[in-house]
């Protein structure tokens, strides 16, 4: 696809298992469920089991509830991908529906300023995510790409809450805080693309006038668009990507891989932990605007103040709903905003999905002893997973 270029800058049927566990029972819990599932004790409870509505259906994923409200057991890949249907469901009953073909419509991307960075070209772009509505995003190429008109494995690249400067802060060390791994993933080979979260510097759309419930479902819009203009690249390896974030950008790319496919490795830093366990579960923290309810994350979240285990899904059901797909985590034992510990019960959730998929060591996460960072260490074991993968 050619860049139009415009000058200056745009600045299986069997009876159910009534379960009822509560609370921190998952941990037992799950390992009794695994050892049961090639069990025939499934096959004797009694029929006509009630909806499970507490907590351990967020973290038992080896369960999943039929439409009379049944539970049963995952057995299989089949039986997962029913779960796995109600984990999307619960998703957009907290952040609204994802977008459908009404909002498709030609990228029309637009080259507003070009930067030679010496071994790679920086171009400050815009494309129309939906009718309307464009979308800032930087797109770096290395020189030797375009040079030898040879395509290149894509990473996205999603940036961290930083409301000055938005998706800059990935491309350039402009912030102290986030390391500019867009520059660093480009001066490796890649094509990367960064567009800018919602309401964040200069990307402020009317969510409302667009109609979306939630800057977290217009952003998951505006990544698989922006995975639409690298599919169009002549440069570009289409059709398989990864996607990289820090913070913000770790639950972003987390909620984007689960809803888009094409995204075959995802690497998440300092991303999540359980919403009970956000910031130690602190109730001020799930008021309208406040934490994960701002208007530029998930408000609805706020409706379940008080009665967190009350929310259609967690992170115990995203980390599942990637499997078989390569996911790296970056999870600092002293990060304060995502607890180290409740990171590890997700993951360790999670793992049962993917040996249900034969794929255990392909979700991968580190401890680094350090705060609310991506180190060296962690970003280059990310870059390494990335080049193996995509490459």
């Known amino acids: 696809m050619n860049l ?8 299986s049927r069997r009876d159910a298992v009534p379960l009822r566990w509560t609370g921190r029972s998952f941990l037992i819990a799950g ?3 695994s050892c049961m599932v090639q069990s025939e004790l499934f096959t004797a409870a009694s029929p006509g089991a009630t909806p499970l509505n507490d907590y351990s259906f967020r973290t038992n994923l080896l369960v999943y509830q039929t439409a009379r409200g049944e539970v049963m057991p995952v057995r299989s890949r089949g039986d997962w991908r029913k779960r796995r249907a109600q984990i999307l469901d619960g ?13 498709r419509s030609p990228l029309v991307p637009r080259v507003e300023e070009e930067k030679d960075c010496g071994a790679y070209i920086q171009r400050y772009l815009t494309y129309v995510a939906e009718p309307g509505a464009r979308v800032p995003a930087y797109l770096l190429v290395p020189k030797n790409v375009i040079e030898s008109r040879r395509r290149a494995p894509a990473v996205l690249v999603l940036h ?20 500019a ?20 510097a200069n990307y402020q759309p009317d969510l409302k006038a667009l109609g979306y419930q939630s800057g977290t479902m217009l952003a998951i819009h ?24 820090h913070s913000l950008g770790g639950h972003n790319a987390i909620y984007t891989a689960v809803f888009d496919d094409r995204i075959q490795v995802v690497v998440s830093s300092c991303g999540f932990d359980s919403f ?24 609805k979240l706020a409706d379940y103040r008080g009665r967190l285990e009350d929310i259609p899904f967690d992170f115990y059901e995203l980390l599942g709903a990637l499997a078989p797909r390569y996911v790296f985590i970056n999870a600092p034992l ?23 998929h034969g794929a255990e060591a392909r979700l991968e996460v580190e401890h680094p002893a350090c705060e609310h960072d991506f180190p060296y260490e962690q970003r280059e074991r990310a870059y390494r997973l990335l080049e193996s993968v995509l490459r």
């Open 276 to 299: 009970l366990e956000y910031y130690g579960g602190n109730p001020e923290n799930w008021q309208r605007g406040r934490g994960w309810c701002q208007d530029r994350y998930m408000p």
């Open 181 to 200: 791994y867009a520059r660093e993933l480009v001066e490796r080979g890649f094509v990367v693309l960064a567009p800018s979260y919602p309401l964040m």
């Open 91 to 103: 998703m957009q009953a907290v952040m609204g529906p994802l977008p459908g073909k009404e909002k």
């Open 160 to 179: 961290p809450t930083d409301l000055a400067h938005g998706h800059r802060s990935s491309v350039e060390q402009v912030n102290q805080k986030y390391r």
């Open 31 to 33: 390992v009794i469920v």
């Open 4 to 11: 139009t270029r415009k000058s200056g800058s745009g600045g």
């Open 222 to 245: 505006n990544n698989r668009r922006g995975l639409d203009l690298l599919d169009s690249l002549p440069f570009v390896k289409r059709g398989k990507y990864g996607v990289l974030g």
């Open 334 to 356: 002293a990060d304060k905003n995502f607890q180290c510990k409740s990171v590890q019960e997700i993951v360790g959730a999670a793992k049962s999905i993917y040996r249900l």
